[in-house]
């Protein structure tokens, strides 16, 4: 028996794919609508660290499944590109003077070799790579289409700021509130930048999630970031030195009007433009460094519940429009300028971050809604004449008074804050009524006075898109002082980057790019006369928004896809990545397709029908007793399941944790491949458990991967007969391998179209396990098995289809058949059941029938002890399965 010789293998069909352009893929118009598939991977952005094992599960999952769908007779598209624009490029540049494109390209071919090497069946004569000019044009295109809707605005906005390294940084580059590069504590600067005007498709991308195939963790996620929530803008007025109301008004957002007899105080967010008109001169300097703190902290960090609340009182007060009270108004950064109006009424009883930052600086809390539970105690459990009660006091302030004293529970406020929903308390002419209701009517009273409006707010902000950096695409707009703000032509484009020498920061906040005299410097495309080029740049977020539609018609110089290409794959009919894209990427890329789709340039609403996020690969890691992370390196084994730290002796817990540098416990795709082959890395990849799981990678599981990939191989030197398996036959070890196949054909078949790629490779090793033991192997049968291989296994099967005498690729042939006859079981174990507990079993002819099983049951040696002198009252049959006697 030969050894499976992967090292030559692997490279020959690689190769014959390469040169055949096996997998290029055309607009056949004779292939119907229905039978075409656009099956697409989320593209990676090429780092210098190029793939670890990761990245193939998502591509191996989605390549299997291209070429069961090609066997199926499906015309497949399947095409990869890279995310090519970066921070890490253009931080290595300005680290050592290498052109971020030269190392982006570098990186780029590194990637396209390692994943060439893994055989998949992608169409790389669609490769498209983001920061080329030829594909950067058409992104260009797209922002003025942007542009000229009026969808792209400027606006100044803060960015992260490093005050030594003088410039902008991404919300990446700064770790734990320092600069990832020098750790100077981030501020806050607020600078000119373009912001795309994603709110203004808020309602469309919040709805089209009810058409879409999506897992539905990833359409919650979508709909909390976009927070769409209706409620009433209610206006406080300001209070003067006597707490008079003035004509200065606070105006705030709340989704619970219903509670404004309970706001005890308000809170306005540190950027908030009312800050310096509300602090008082004696305030003034402990509030100036209270904002100037809150510069320093993250969105994420500001709004975490769990943290210590913080906060500086204002010195004024606002006068709340339902009852006149004089409610004091304080600054914290738990309150953000981008949500609602950047101010809040705060209502601590009912609401926690409220309630926490009441109770630290000792403000007050008036309850405003009683639960169901707390209403029907009022008349000891009855909730319709507890109702009655608390209405008939409410219309007598004696008679409320005497009531809410004899119930402090329900009236007076907890020792936490209460969940607000039930009926209205506390509230004057409100009171007594449910909250739903109570929100409709104080919004209706709050208009018909003029002191409030219905309203609808979202958590989405608008999308600031410019970036302070040299790699992105040039923004195709320029300055002239005549004409303002002008769009280059059309014909004009692509913008291109200048060769540059330098990458460092200008020390303004402004783009690398506005120092570039002769390339800033320019003419205005509307009067002729001298203006300046726009110095941002675009995010990295921009060339993946709109890479799908490319790659339909990646060489067109005349549009970004030719009309009639689009209409012949899209929509995407499979999209994967991970799900740490669930929100941003597919959100931005949404609202693009959406603009594209208004102004008649693609057919569908939606870019991505099908969306699956494959699990995470991860890795073991060793943890000491205070849960911090030991490097592997650092580790012994000292004996099976036993692990210290060398240097210290420690012991440590084997835990499961993201594959890592630091950690030093990254598996690297290619040294997997050196040692068991590509085959075996990827069915060992899909085999490792459901492809949305995450799991941890195990050495040993590749090994016993490979050992079935050389058990296949073996068998395929057996020989091969052309016995008819449809026929009858008499041979028993044929008759079983008979079955086996069909019961391998029909599971393969239903798990590769499902994607549960893990339990069809299990069935193909009991094919395996069975078929070896035959002395020749039918052809017909060998042959099927083969073209299922040859998805999870696609250079193995090339060698064996070829092996058999074949000269054509096996990737468009037939997928095979099976028959359902076949499949059956000759036996079937019956469970014998006495008043629901497993008492015995026995064997039967599938099919036997029900009182044929019924007294076989009862004649069981085991089950009888517990049925003899007893009464059966009846028997329940389930065919092929069990039966259950139910005796007293």
């Not at 029907?376 to 009655?388: I, T």
Request: hydrophobic share 35%.
């Amino acid at each position: 028996m030969s050894k499976y010789p992967f090292e030559t293998i692997e490279p020959k069909w690689q190769k014959y794919w390469e040169e055949h352009k096996t997998f290029k893929a055309s607009e056949d118009s004779s292939v119907p609508k229905e039978k075409r598939r656009y099956i697409l991977d989320m593209f990676p952005y090429p780092s210098g660290a190029g793939l670890h094992v990761g990245h193939p599960e998502g591509y191996t999952a989605t390549d299997i499944y291209c070429r069961y769908l090609r066997m199926n007779g499906y015309n497949v598209l399947h095409p990869m590109g890279y995310d090519a624009f970066g921070l890490p490029a253009e931080n290595y540049a300005i680290k050592t003077g290498t052109h971020p494109k030269t190392s982006t390209m570098t990186n780029i071919s590194h990637f396209t070799q390692q994943i060439k090497a893994l055989g998949f069946s992608y169409d790389w004569d669609r490769c498209v790579i983001t920061c080329e000019s030829d594909y950067y044009k058409w992104t260009q295109w797209i922002f003025l289409q942007l542009y000229k809707k009026g969808l792209a605005y400027e606006t100044d906005a803060p960015i992260n700021w490093c005050p030594s390294c003088k410039t902008g940084l991404a919300n990446e580059e700064v770790k734990e509130g320092k600069c990832e590069r020098c750790g100077t504590v981030v501020t806050r600067k607020t600078i000119r930048q373009w912001v795309l005007k994603i709110t203004a498709y808020a309602d469309r991308l919040l709805t089209d999630l009810d058409t879409l195939d999506w897992p539905e963790s990833v359409k919650l996620m979508q709909r909390n970031w976009i927070g769409r929530s209706t409620g009433g803008e209610v206006n406080f007025p300001i209070a003067d030195k006597d707490g008079k109301p003035t004509d200065n008004k606070l105006t705030v957002y709340t989704t619970r009007p219903d509670t404004l007899f309970g706001a005890t105080y308000m809170v306005i967010a540190p950027e908030h433009p009312m800050v310096a008109e509300l602090t008082t001169p004696e305030q003034k300097k402990r509030v100036a460094e209270y904002v100037e703190s809150a510069a320093k902290k993250s969105d994420l960090e500001r709004t975490d519940l769990a943290k210590t609340k913080t906060g500086i009182f204002t010195g004024s007060y606002a006068v709340d429009p339902v009852n006149d009270r004089r409610i004091p108004i304080w600054i914290s950064d738990y309150v953000l300028i981008s949500y609602g109006t950047g101010a809040i009424m705060a209502v601590p009883a009912h609401d926690e971050r409220d309630w926490d930052f009441a109770k630290k600086f000792n403000l007050p809390v008036i309850k405003v809604v009683a639960s169901r539970e707390e209403i029907a105690s009022l008349a000891g459990g009855d909730e319709k004449k507890g109702l009655e009660i608390l209405k008939k006091a409410a219309s007598d302030k004696t008679a409320y008074k005497t009531l809410a004293a004899a119930h402090p529970d329900v009236f007076a406020v907890a020792d936490t804050c209460t969940p607000a929903d039930g009926y209205t308390i506390n509230s004057e002419q409100f009171t007594g009524r449910q909250t739903k209701q109570t929100i409709i009517d104080m919004v209706a009273w709050l208009v018909e006075r003029g002191i409030g409006r219905e309203a609808v707010n979202y958590k989405l902000r608008d999308w600031v898109f410019s970036r302070q950096r040299y790699w992105g695409e040039p923004i195709p707009l320029v300055h002239c002082p005549v004409c303002g703000t002008v769009p280059l032509n059309e014909t004009d484009l692509p913008l291109k980057l200048p060769d540059v020498k330098t990458y460092q920061p200008t020390g303004t906040g402004e783009s690398p790019l506005a120092g570039i005299d002769e390339w800033v410097n320019c003419t205005c495309p509307k009067c002729g006369g001298p203006a300046k080029r726009e110095t941002n740049t675009m995010p990295q977020w921009a060339g993946s928004c709109w890479y799908y539609l490319r790659y339909l018609d990646p060489q067109n110089n005349d549009a970004f896809c030719a009309s009639e290409k689009e209409k012949y794959w899209m929509p995407v009919d499979l999209y994967d990545g991970g799900a740490e894209h669930a929100v941003l990427h597919l959100l931005y890329a949404r609202f693009w397709h959406k603009v594209l789709y208004d102004i008649g340039v693609v057919h569908t609403n939606e870019p991505f029908q099908r969306l699956i996020n494959q699990g995470m690969i991860t890795s073991f890691a060793y943890q000491r007793a205070n849960k911090t992370l030991v490097p592997v390196d650092e580790v012994e084994e000292k004996t099976p399941g036993e692990y210290i730290e060398k240097a210290t002796g420690e012991k440590l817990e084997q835990v499961v944790a993201k594959m890592s540098k630091s950690l030093k416990n990254v598996v690297n795709p290619d040294e997997e491949i050196r040692k068991y082959g590509a085959d075996s890395v990827r069915m060992y990849e899909m085999f490792m458990g459901p492809l949305t799981m995450s799991k941890p990678w195990n050495t040993q599981g590749i090994v016993g991967i490979n050992r079935f990939l050389e058990k296949v191989w073996s068998t395929g030197e057996k020989p091969v007969n052309n016995t008819d398996i449809r026929g009858k036959l008499t041979d028993k070890a044929l008759v079983s391998a008979r079955k086996t196949y069909a019961q391998t054909v029909k599971k393969v078949t239903g798990d590769t179209d499902s994607l549960s790629f893990n339990t069809a490779i299990s069935q193909m090793m009991i094919f395996i396990n069975e078929i070896s033991k035959l002395e020749a192997v039918p052809r017909e049968m060998w042959e099927g098995f083969i073209k299922m291989l040859a998805c999870y296994a696609p250079h193995l099967g090339e060698e064996l289809w070829q092996k058999l005498g074949h000269t054509d690729t096996i990737a468009y042939e037939r997928w095979p058949e099976f028959s359902e006859e076949f499949c059956k079981e000759d036996t079937k174990t019956i469970a014998v059941m006495v008043n629901g507990k497993l008492r015995a079993t026995f064997d039967a002819a599938a099919g036997t029938p029900d009182d044929a099983l019924t007294s076989n049951a009862k004649g069981q040696p085991d089950a009888k002890k517990f049925i003899d002198g007893k009464t059966i009252v009846k028997v329940v049959v389930v065919p092929d399965k069990l039966v259950n006697i139910v005796v007293k």
